[in-house]
Every structure is written in C-alpha cells, then in structure tokens.
C-alpha cells in the first residue's frame, strides 16, 4: 500500500472524523464539500474534535495541531481529487446523490484514485458502474467517534480487485482502525445489521406512542448494561441521516408505518433544528443530557 493523499467527499459528523483521524495518523488529507459554506463549519467541526483527542487518547497540543495543518478544504472536486490515491465518500444516504457524485467523481479523479463509500445503508454494487473503476471501488464503513470506536469494515462487492481490497485494509490499519473484512455485500455490514433494527424498534415505539424516548433508553441501558440508549445513539448518528434512512426505507416497502415515521422526525425534530448532539438538542438536550445525569437509571 502507498496511500499518502486522501480525499474525504461530505464534511459531516462522521467525514470531518474521518478527515481528521487520517490526518492525525500522518497522513495528507483533502476535504471536499458542495460549497465554501459548508466547509466553513466543517473547520468548526473538525477543531472541535482535537479536545476529544487530548482527552480520550492524551494527544499533545502539537500533535492535534499538526493534524489539523495536514488538511486543506476545497469545494471544487477536480481539485480536491488531484492528486488522491484514495477518495473515501461520505455524502448523504441519498441514492441519487450518491450515483450523480460517483459519476462526477469518475471524470475527475486520476486513475490511479481508489474509490470507497462510507455509506452505512446502501451497497457498493448499487454505485460500482457509475464509478467508471468498478475493480477500484468499495465500502469503508467507520463507527461515529471513530478515534474510540475504531471498528473499520471493509466490504468488497463480487467486481472488487482483491489487491485493492487488501490494500485498504492496510490503510485502516494504518490510520488506527481495527479492520473488519467483509468478502460478501451486506446491507448494514456488520455493525449496523446489528444495530439499525434496535433504533428501527425503538423509534416505532415512539411513534406508536408505547413509551417516550427516555423510557425506551432507559430500559435498555438497565436491561443490558449499554451506557447509550437507541434515542441517545440517534442523536450522535444524526437526526438527518435517520430521517434519510427512514424515508428510503418508506418508498422501497411502500410501508405506511416508515411513513408515518419519517413525518414524525421531520415535523417534531428536523424542521424545529433538533438534528441531534451536532446541534445541541435532538432527542436530548445537551451538552448535559438527561441519560448522563445522577439517577437516570432509578426510579
């Protein structure tokens, strides 16, 4: 492997992660975004992640700041990829999006440029052809807070080049992460196979008005010993991203209920800008949220 310049497409919660682990392990990082707006509060963002990593990794003052140097910001994509060995693509959850970025991304990037998606739902296959590389092209699947929670699932789809697949298994390792190889598709890869059906069960709860969000974490985090309940993990994850996942989830079944559901995050959390943690309230409210606070967990 000789990845030294890496590309991160999408500058949200888990692409400015991404963008500034990578960084931090040495290497040259380019932000890409849709505009210079956007990428302003990326930099926010991303300079908010270096106290995390004096305190949950005793990083130094220097090395946080150096990690932040070794990244530029660009909003033109042509620039942004000149000169990447790998592009990691953490846009929205949005196929659309997805297959006109990819097909963007292929007349721009040099050939030598490895593509991975980031997606946490969908597959590489459903994008392979609109890469243009599709032997160069595969997940990479991050957990949120991925600087303690560094699980790196690798996931080749059947046209995946081993040797590419190898490689970027090397570069997860390389950027701190434990690497996960998945040699079949899945959608939700390991961790959100596991993970999506608990928030799914959670948030019909709420929906059909069985108990609140506090009550359903609640019994969770006592039944099983999770320190985060499905809402507080909804609220990390991202209300947006939920919403998203939620509304593809409607039009795929035709479900009314994913329906219903997806209406409910809009009305009562996105429209009110209740996106979650990133913007100070989701299901909670922080930086003190009820779940952390003395006595959740009793009566």
């Not at 682990?21 to 975004?33: E, I, L, R």
């Not at 990244?71 to 060995?85: C, E, H, P, T």
């Not at 209406?263 to 996106?275: M, P, Q, R, T, V």
């Amino acid at each position: 492997m000789n990845y030294q310049n890496i590309t991160v497409a999408g500058s949200g919660v888990l692409g400015s992660q991404i963008a500034y682990q990578t960084a931090f392990k040495g290497f040259n990082v380019s932000v890409y975004d849709i505009n210079d707006e956007v990428l302003e509060r990326a930099k926010e963002r991303i300079n908010g992640l270096k106290e995390h990593y004096k305190k949950d990794l005793n990083a130094t003052d220097e090395e946080v700041n150096l990690a932040y140097e070794r990244i530029s910001f660009n909003s033109n994509l042509s620039k942004a990829v000149a000169n990447a060995d790998l592009v990691i693509e953490a846009i929205p959850e949005v196929v659309q999006i997805k297959t006109d970025f990819y097909n963007e991304l292929g007349k721009v990037a040099p050939e030598k440029t490895i593509f991975a998606t980031n997606s946490s739902t969908l597959l590489p296959s459903q994008f392979a052809d609109a890469t243009g590389r599709p032997a160069k092209f595969l997940a990479l699947h991050f957990a949120n807070e991925i600087w303690k929670n560094n699980t790196a699932e690798v996931m080749k789809h059947p046209g995946t080049d081993m040797k590419v697949f190898n490689e970027v298994i090397e570069f997860a390792k390389a950027i701190g992460m434990v690497a996960l190889p998945l040699y079949k598709e899945q959608p939700g890869y390991i961790l959100n196979s596991l993970l999506v059906p608990l928030l799914d069960a959670a948030q019909l709860l709420l929906l059909n008005e069985v108990a609140d969000a506090e009550t359903i974490d609640k019994t969770w985090m006592i039944a099983t010993g999770a320190p985060q309940g499905p809402f507080a993990i909804l609220d990390v994850v991202g209300i947006n991203t939920a919403y998203n996942i939620t509304l593809a989830k409607a039009k795929a079944t035709g479900s009314q209920e994913y329906e219903k559901l997806a209406e409910l995050l809009k009305s009562e959390y996105i429209d009110k800008g209740k996106l979650g943690r990133a913007t100070g309230e989701g299901f909670y409210t922080y930086p003190n949220p009820n779940f952390m606070k003395p006595g959740f967990l009793e009566n």
